[in-house]
């Protein structure tokens, strides 16, 4: 065998490989990896026959021309890309709880669930469905996240309690903070600011607005925390809550979010794996709420929890690092799901 590069091998198929399996010939040169691990690595590209990608099945004759990659460096890689795919395909836990006394619970909502029902929900499934035995203990919901968002949401027991902790979450002086992580398009510039303007409520067909005479003050804090080709990751901390606030004000400054069928026009987002990998996709809109503190009902103590970042968010960012590191031009844009 001659180097190529140093990640890769060429060699000539001698006359004992002749009319043999491209797999079990690999299996008897590197009898240290087994046959299925090697068929692995054939299948994801990284060899090749005569110049051309190889199948595991594929007969060889003498005189082939092969190039191969350095198996002990290149497995490793795949056997995370296949963790990676299987977290991504895995169903996400419905519910994740992230504190509970008493008085007060936080749990994680999982993407795509409705905190309750309303009009235009059928009969699907919404959290308050799945918490019912927590609804039926006296919890209730104390504020909303869009259907599309995951992470953090709080509820209360108790009817009095619940309402008091209702208030504070309308009351910017009150302590709560809340802070999400988004993938937006383009880059925000500058690159950390403060997003002040007045929203009026949704109106027809849904959509909350800028409203500079009408609209109730409305504050998002944003940073920019990576850039990729055409897009970015932001971490936000919303000063107001008013419905479709992040939504609404990134789109107001030329960045929403990478899917938001409402305020972007794009109902999906896909974007192939440079590595081989499955691709990227995000059907719902890429916002996450982290991060929520707030004064406990009872005792006025802090309470502060963190969600961890969800399996399609969490490998989007991934490859989209991996179109950055790799000097791609196209990253986050266009979309190639429907709009």
């Not at 669930?113 to 308050?128: P, S």
């Not at 009817?159 to 910017?172: A, G, H, K, N, V």
């Not at 919303?238 to 069928?261: F, K, M, N, Y």
Request: proline share 8%; hydrophobic share 35%.
């Amino acid at each position: 065998m001659t180097s190529i590069d140093p990640d890769r091998r060429k060699a000539l198929v001698p006359a004992h490989g002749d009319a043999m399996r491209l797999d079990r010939f690999l299996a008897d040169c590197f009898p240290i990896y087994s046959r299925r691990q090697l068929a692995t690595v054939v299948k994801a590209g990284h060899v090749r026959v005569n110049g051309v990608r190889a199948r595991p099945g594929q007969v060889l004759h003498t005189g082939d021309r092969l190039e191969l990659p350095v198996w002990s460096k290149v497995l490793p890689t795949i056997q995370k890309q296949r963790e990676a795919v299987r977290e991504v395909s895995r169903p996400e836990s419905e519910v994740v709880e992230l504190h509970r006394d008493d008085d007060l619970l936080i749990v994680a909502k999982p993407p795509g669930v409705a905190v309750h029902g309303g009009a235009g929900q059928g009969f699907e499934r919404t959290l308050i469905d799945l918490m019912r035995e927590d609804v039926l203990a006296g919890f209730g919901l104390v504020h909303r996240l869009d259907k599309g968002t995951t992470g953090a949401i709080a509820l209360v027991r108790g009817d009095e309690l619940r309402r008091q902790t209702m208030e504070l979450f309308q009351d910017p002086d009150a302590g709560i903070q809340k802070t999400y992580d988004a993938i937006v398009s383009g880059e925000p510039d500058p690159a950390e600011g403060t997003i002040d303007a007045p929203l009026a409520a949704p109106g027809h067909g849904g959509q909350a607005r800028v409203d500079e005479a009408r609209g109730k003050p409305a504050r998002t804090h944003y940073r920019t925390l990576e850039t990729f080709p055409r897009a970015a990751r932001l971490e936000l901390d919303l000063e107001t809550g008013r419905t479709h606030q992040i939504r609404v004000h990134l789109a107001s400054i030329g960045c929403p979010l990478l899917v938001d069928p409402l305020y972007a026009g794009r109902k999906g987002w896909r974007i192939p794996d440079p590595r081989g990998s499955r691709d990227a996709y995000l059907k719902r809109t890429p916002l996450h709420a982290r991060r929520l503190a707030l004064p406990h009902p009872r005792t006025g103590e802090t309470v502060s929890v963190e969600a961890p970042l969800p399996a399609d968010m969490k490998y989007a960012l991934e490859v989209l690092r991996v179109v950055a590191a790799r000097g791609r031009k196209r990253g986050g844009l266009p979309p190639t799901e429907g709009t």
